[in-house]
T-cell receptor, first 113, second 113 residues
Framework: DTGVSQDPRHKITKRGQNVTFRCDPI?????LYWYRQTLGQGPEFLTY????????KSRLLSDRFSAERPKGSFSTLEIQRTEQGDSAMYLCASSSPRPDTQYFGPGTRLTVL | GENVEQHPSTLSVQEGDSAVIKCTYSDSASNYFPWYKQELGKRPQLIID?????GEKKDQRIAVTLNKTAKHFSLHITETQPEDSAVYFCAATPTDSWGKFQFGAGTQVVVTP
């Protein structure tokens, strides 16, 4: 499968725990995006990378959230001290050097108890 | 920043009829408008997109129209089939913030046989 992949697909955690998600983009894509989607809503932009550089972060991304893309390939999104309000689907997308069409991964569904 | 409104939130159509979903955007700098289809539990899939230098684009039963003056764009699905049932999202992105898609809230389309 040469599409965007995410791991894990589901994560259940207790409030206050840290969680980390991984995204592997389509191999030739140099842009990688993170979104959050809650039930009945469209995806909300969180942050994006061009190669290893994090170019923009949403105000939604509090200090508890951090994202990295150390070698310009896969990316990780970490949430520290999780809260119940963090429960959502976390989607990753990637796009080619002509940065328009974004291809989404299957998402990681986070449930914070 | 960009704000995208999408209507209706739900749309029920008889198989064979047409479906129309409308979106408005606020940022006149936006010039790329993709539409995504998301089936239950699956990733958003791009179905069609349009750029601001084009007024209409068609792909088989799907078409998108763009009115830059009024800042709205629409998705048209003709001869609907049960497999068209899904949530559809519109999005907009300006050239000076490529990749920062602002999504609409989505339209749940139900096609009844």
């Amino acid at each position: 499968d040469t599409g965007v992949s995410q791991d894990p697909r589901h994560k259940i955690t207790k409030r206050g725990q840290n969680v980390t998600f991984r995204c592997d983009p389509i191999s030739e894509h140099n842009r990688l995006y993170w979104y959050r989607q809650t039930l009945g809503q469209g995806p909300e932009f969180l942050t994006y990378f061009q190669n290893e550089a994090q170019l923009e972060k949403s105000r939604l991304l509090s200090d508890r959230f951090s994202a990295e893309r150390p070698k310009g390939s896969f990316s990780t999104l970490e949430i520290q001290r999780t809260e119940q309000g963090d429960s959502a689907m976390y989607l990753c997308a990637s796009s080619s050097p002509r940065p328009d069409t974004q291809y989404f991964g299957p998402g990681t569904r986070l449930t914070v108890l | 920043g960009e704000n995208v409104e999408q209507h209706p939130s739900t749309l029920s159509v008889q198989e064979g009829d047409s479906a129309v979903i409308k979106c408005t955007y606020s940022d006149s700098a936006s010039n790329y408008f993709p539409w995504y289809k998301q089936e239950l539990g699956k990733r958003p899939q791009l179905i069609i997109d349009i750029r601001s230098n084009v007024g209409e684009k068609k792909d088989q039963r799907i078409a998108v129209t763009l009115n830059k003056t009024a800042k709205h764009f629409s998705l048209h699905i003709t001869e609907t089939q049960p497999e068209d049932s899904a949530v559809y999202f519109c999005a907009a992105t300006p050239t000076d913030s490529w990749g920062k898609f602002q999504f609409g809230a989505g339209t749940q389309v139900v096609v009844t046989p």
